[in-house]
């Protein structure tokens, strides 16, 4: 697992902008994961066993714990995406990581807005498989 970058406050965080908090590790993408996604989000799993785009997406709250660690604030929030892609298939069983990258933060009422492109590999493929350029707002 990856060390995380470690931040303090508002003005530690404003210094991430442009900065790649790294690659997370590894994590397989079992049938059983995908099983229970689908139960929970009350879709039958994909028939040709790859593993929906959601899921993958998903896998944000996995990964970004071991890539960014803020401290000093109250509430964190996932705000939304600004856009979403998925170029490439993703096959059940594959291992998945993420490499994030901080595109800005701005402040806004009451904390900062970090802006992150997140990029998300199937192991063995070239192709990336989710693109996600996401907005976070930590609040103090």
Same mark, same amino acid.
């Given at each position: 697992?990856? =060390? ?7 003005? +530690?965080? *404003? ?5 790649? #908090?790294?690659?997370?590790?590894? $994590?397989? $993408?079992?049938?059983?994961? $995908? ?32 890539? #960014? +660690? ?11 995406? !600004? ?29 900062? *807005? ?7 590999? =199937? ?12 907005? $976070? !707002?930590?609040?103090?």
């Amino acid at each position: 697992m990856p =060390a995380a970058t470690v931040v303090t406050g508002v003005e +530690e965080t *404003q210094a991430l902008a442009g900065r790649t #908090l790294g690659t997370s590790s590894w $994590v397989e $993408v079992t049938a059983e994961r $995908v099983d229970r996604f689908c139960a929970a989000t009350g879709t039958p799993p994909p028939a040709d066993r790859t593993v929906p785009g959601l899921l993958v997406l998903a896998l944000t709250t996995v990964f970004m714990p071991e890539l #960014l +660690e803020s401290r000093g604030f109250a509430l964190s929030v996932n705000y939304g995406c !600004r856009s979403v892609r998925f170029p490439a298939a993703v096959p059940v069983g594959s291992r998945v990581r993420c490499t994030a990258t901080v595109d800005a933060v701005d402040a806004v009422p009451g904390g900062v *807005q970090l802006a992150l492109t997140l990029v998300f590999e =199937a192991e063995g493929h070239t192709e990336p498989a989710c693109v996600a350029s996401t907005l $976070v !707002r930590r609040y103090l």
